[in-house]
């Protein structure tokens, strides 16, 4: 195996007692192997790891935005965490599709918790972006109304955003808002403008927010679903659906659309997470539509509407829908909700072309009651539930964390600050974003670079390669990490190579290539 500037993670992590190139694999991800699904996703010559026996003083459920945000705070101070995630990699559940914008302040009264932790959230993105370099612009939100009657609920906005403290938001007419984004039509009468508003990369957030977390001591295991957790002795011990068993002294449910059920599993309060869908429909970076800004439409009492975004990778998403549905697993699109979205689109947009469309996707909102619910169980020691983490989730995120930390500290957790924290993740180079001489630097270090996988976003071999050591071994884990297979061809050209690459990398079977952990599996025979 190649060596990665992963191999520094770890060394500085240096908890395990693998070997050798197994190192590099479980410098980010703990897995186990003791069955066949665990088998389907993850590297045969790792080692078999067990759960350290020494208990954790906290144990996190469920690793999303909200629980990488947690343990990465938790990571600051001298205290033992793990973080217990069903999927075979992280950020898999709801943080991983949503409309990736870092909310203005404007859109909930701040009489809702939801909308206070919104508003700090927003605040602490600078500071992690410096320290995390994940993808992150702050390019300023606009709401604009296409009749002057949908003026009087962007006003309502506008005086709530004040109320709230939202950064410099400013009620536009009609020729600053067109000034301000000139995609929008001719046909707004005016609206507003919240320059604090901004856009991210969710999963590259979770993803940097988890190698922080890690490098800091916190240890992570994968395909870990919860099942069964019994209070004993001061300690939870929760266990795993294979047998697995990790004892801690505080359990935080974050387990998105789950949380529910984690909260029963864990004898805690009895609610029900319904599950909102909203379809997508993605564009292409050469789309000619692209605005500078999010915009949203003016609001209805239900919602906040069809979204034209121009993601911070340069392709721009229209969406999304509002749709309760039975399922929790559902990610079904249709054609009809679709035709709406780009319906809803083009009215603020008129440049939107359905020739710039490259997929399609949606994702599901965890929705409980009208906010967020984020307190220590009433009915059950030592929980904290992190339940109902609809929008603004994201944005909130940081501020959960901090949050979460401060309830535990109320419940008696000793949080004595850590000398040695450190805040900072390496620098990831990508080939398209760096100059030619400095790929031709690379190169001469590591034909690697030299390699072109993915085409349509130029992610070379070595950031492919890196995707790999660091633990994302589905095809989505390497996607959400690398873009390969984002962009317009969406994996047509490049998934083969990948699965190849993975293969070469890993030592798996084609059997054992999934796209995204569990049944996923890609092949039928050897390629
Ligand atoms: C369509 C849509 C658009 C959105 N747009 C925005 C936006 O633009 N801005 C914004 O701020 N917010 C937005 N949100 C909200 C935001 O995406 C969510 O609030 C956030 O992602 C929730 O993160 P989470 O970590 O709480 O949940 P999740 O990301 O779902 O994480 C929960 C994790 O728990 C794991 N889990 C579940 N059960 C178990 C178990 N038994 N054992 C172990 N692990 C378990 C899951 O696998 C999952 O990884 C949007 C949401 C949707 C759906």
């Known amino acids: 195996m190649r060596k990665s500037c992963i191999h520094a993670a770890y060394v500085q992590t240096g908890k395990s007692g693998l070997a050798g190139a197994s190192m590099l694999h479980a410098a980010l991800f703990t897995h186990e192997q003791n069955t066949g699904y665990t ?10 790891q067990p759960i350290n026996d020494e208990p954790y003083d906290v144990a996190i459920i469920g690793c999303g935005v909200s629980g990488a945000n947690i343990a990465r705070r938790l990571a600051m ?52 972006r410096r320290e995390l370099d994940f993808p992150f612009k702050r390019c300023g939100i606009v709401v604009a109304a296409m009749h002057e009657d949908e003026m ?44 604090g508003g901004g856009i991210v990369e969710p999963y590259r957030f979770v993803f940097a927010l988890l190698e922080s977390a890690v490098k800091n001591g916190v240890q992570l295991y994968t395909t870990y679903k919860v099942a069964a957790a019994r209070y004993e002795a001061a300690f939870w011990r929760i266990s795993a659906d294979d047998g697995r068993e990790v004892r801690a002294r505080y359990a935080i449910n974050a387990a998105g659309l789950f949380a529910d059920e984690v909260s029963r599993i864990f004898g805690g309060e009895e609610f029900s997470i319904k599950a ?20 949203f439409p003016a609001p209805t009492p239900v919602s906040k509407g069809i979204l034209v975004i121009p993601t911070v990778e340069g392709t721009v998403l229209v969406g999304p829908t509002a749709d309760d ?3 929790k697993t559902d990610y079904a699109t249709s054609t009809e909700r679709l035709e709406q979205v780009l319906d809803s689109g083009k009215k603020m947009v008129p440049s939107l072309s359905r020739n710039d469309v490259i997929t399609n996707f949606a994702g599901l909102r965890p929705f409980l009651e009208n906010d ?18 609809q929008s603004p989730g994201l944005t909130a995120s940081p501020a959960i964390g901090e949050y979460v930390k401060d309830l535990l500290k109320g419940m008696g957790l000793d949080l004595t600050e850590k000398s040695d924290f450190d805040p900072l993740i390496g620098e990831r180079k990508r080939a398209r974003e760096i100059s030619p001489f400095e790929l031709d630097a690379l190169i001469a270090k590591d034909p690697a670079w030299g390699t072109i996988v993915c085409r349509c976003e130029k992610v070379s071999e070595a950031e492919i390669i890196e995707a790999i050591h660091i633990g994302h071994t589905t095809l989505d884990g390497v996607k959400y990490f690398t873009r390969a297979q984002m962009g317009r061809c969406q994996g047509g050209f ?10 070469r990398e890993t030592g798996l079977s084609w059997h054992d290539i999934t796209k995204h952990g569990g049944e996923s599996r890609l092949l039928e025979a050897e390629l």
């Open 152 to 195: 009087k609920s962007v006003e309502q906005l506008y005086t709530q955003g004040v109320d709230n403290g939202a950064r410099d938001i400013e009620l536009c007419s009609r020729e600053r808002l067109l000034e301000l984004e000139p995609k929008l039509t001719n046909d707004v009468v005016g609206g507003l403008y919240a320059p």
């Open 276 to 295: 909102r869908k909203g379809e997508y429909f993605l564009m292409d970076k050469l789309s000619k539509a692209r605005p500078e800004r999010v915009i």
């Open 39 to 48: 088998m389907a996703m993850n590297t045969p010559n790792v080692q078999k």
């Open 494 to 503: 490049c998934a083969y190579k990948i699965i190849k690459i993975i293969m």
């Open 372 to 389: 967020f619910y984020i307190e220590p169980s009433k009915k059950t020691p030592a929980l904290v539930q992190v339940a109902g983490i």
């Open 77 to 128: 101070y001298r205290i033992r965490v793990a973080i217990l995630e069903k999927a075979a990699d992280v950020s898999f559940g709801t943080s991983k599709a949503n409309s990736g914008i870092v909310h203005g302040g404007f859109h909930h009264n701040k009489k809702y918790l939801k909308a206070r932790l919104e508003l700090r959230g927003n605040l602490m993105f600078d500071q992690l």
């Open 325 to 327: 549905t039975e399922s």
